[in-house]
């Protein structure tokens, strides 16, 4: 059974979703990798007003392609490289991340501090993943190229729940 | 046709175009599959290949590094000015399909292509170029080790094994896995990329060769890596190709590439 959730995602949601899990979400993602994670929370550090509100938001891991203006190919990257800014963005109100492969061990001790989770979507399906996406929007950062801020329309995005709000990991 | 328009069309094919051997082995894959879920990612996969395909996109938004394969016949004067068309060719294919730019340089500067070459002089004719998009997440898994020349076969599958098990999924699979062992250090990585371009659906000419790789495949898939969870195989395929080498050693090259394992190649005769 696939259970089909919307934006913005609250804690009373998320602490429902276990491992393994199979999710349809709609709403609002925002794109993110790793220079644009780094660039965001430099001024989250410096105490600057930011580009998002990140409070009950999603993050999606992805630099997408675009073709003029038609987007292209959107898949999830790897997600580990962006371990090291998770806990400054859960503590400005993140619910979720998607990406793709295993975390840092770490992140499931945030999952489970910040209630958070951790969502895993098909890697290197980027044409697939891209008819879930109904418009997007630039953000911040478009010096970053792929590496800006994207607003993504989604409808039933599929996920699967990689770590839960107790962190548990798929990966056991 | 020009060379530069020649090498845009194989550059956008190889990017959203999904190798026939490619995707043999997984249909192939697919028809085995008894799990549902696993079943159910393999599907999705065919599907990706299916709409970048008939939507003229990118199989995956990680368009690469675009690495050139060139044979180089006899007949073929070989010079920078050749080198320069096919890299304008690579570079247009990417800028008129939408691709990524994924290379960036000391300053920050984007762009399409780092301009790598890796060079073949054949007794032929023509010349024979390969584009092949390979993508970062399992370039990023790539593993060497230099054994000594006395080396046991099984010491080199478990280092084999080592490199496939800190992939874990964070490579997009179902891996093929690409292994190259001789020549110098550089040159066995090499040798794993060349692998990974040829035929992956036909047996290894090579017959010891062949059985080597049917082996290590069988022991890859009892690591119980999986694709998402932990159920469903985790290598399609595994190719070895040798070298000759210096008497005191053994290089062992490992290159992993995701499920959409892309290259596309070209003949031309002048």
């Known amino acids: ?172 | 046709m020009k060379i530069e328009e020649i090498v845009e069309k194989l550059t956008i094919k190889a990017n959203i175009n999904l190798r026939e051997d490619v995707k043999k082995i997984l249909k192939e894959a697919l028809r085995k599959e008894k799990n549902k879920r696993v079943k159910r990612i393999l599907e999705v996969i065919m599907e990706n290949a299916r709409i970048a395909l008939k939507k003229n996109i990118a199989i995956c938004q990680d368009t690469g590094l675009p690495l050139v394969f060139l044979e180089v016949g006899k007949d073929i004067n070989l010079n920078s000015s050749l080198i320069e068309k096919i890299n304008k060719g690579v570079i247009s294919g990417y800028k008129k399909a939408g691709f990524r730019k994924s290379t960036i340089d000391k300053h920050g500067k984007l762009s399409y292509t780092p301009k790598i070459f890796h060079i073949d002089f054949v007794n032929a004719k023509g010349l024979k170029i390969t584009i092949f998009p390979k993508g970062f997440g399992s370039e990023a898994k790539s593993a060497l080790k230099v054994f000594p020349p006395t080396v046991k076969k099984e010491e080199i599958d478990e280092f084999i094994i080592k490199t496939v098990k800190n992939a874990d999924i964070d490579a997009c699979p179902p891996y093929f896995i690409g292994i190259g062992i001789g020549g110098d250090s550089s040159f066995a990585l090499i040798l794993a990329k060349k692998a990974l371009c040829e035929d992956l659906s036909k047996p290894n000419k090579d017959k010891e060769l062949d059985k080597w790789e049917k082996n290590l495949m069988r022991k890859l898939n009892k690591l119980g890596i999986g694709i998402m969870e932990k159920k469903g195989s985790t290598v399609l395929a595994v190719r070895i190709k040798r070298f000759p080498t210096h008497i005191a050693g053994i290089p062992v090259g490992v290159n992993i590439s995701c499920h959409a394992l892309r290259s596309a190649t070209v003949k031309i005769n002048f």
């Open chain 1, 1 to 172: 059974m696939v259970i089909r959730l919307k934006t913005p995602l609250l804690k009373k949601d998320l602490v429902k979703l276990k491992v393994k899990d199979e999710v349809y979400l709609s709403g609002i993602i925002y794109t993110m990798r790793d220079r644009s994670s780094q660039l965001l929370v430099e001024l989250i550090k410096k105490k600057k007003s930011l580009p998002l509100d990140l409070k009950n938001q999603v993050i999606y891991y992805c630099g997408p392609n675009f073709k003029g203006k038609m987007l292209g190919a959107c898949g999830p990257t790897t997600s580990r490289r962006m371990d090291i800014y998770l806990e400054e963005l859960l503590k400005k109100g993140l619910s979720a991340s998607i990406g793709k492969g295993e975390r840092s061990f770490f992140v499931r001790d945030l999952c489970r501090k910040y209630k958070s989770v951790y969502f895993l979507t098909y890697g290197g399906c980027g044409a697939y993943l891209r008819e879930r996406i109904k418009k997007y929007k630039l953000i911040a950062f478009p010096h970053l190229g792929s590496e800006a801020i994207y607003e993504f329309e989604v409808e039933d995005f599929p996920l699967i729940v990689g770590i839960d709000t107790e962190g548990n990991s798929i990966r056991g």
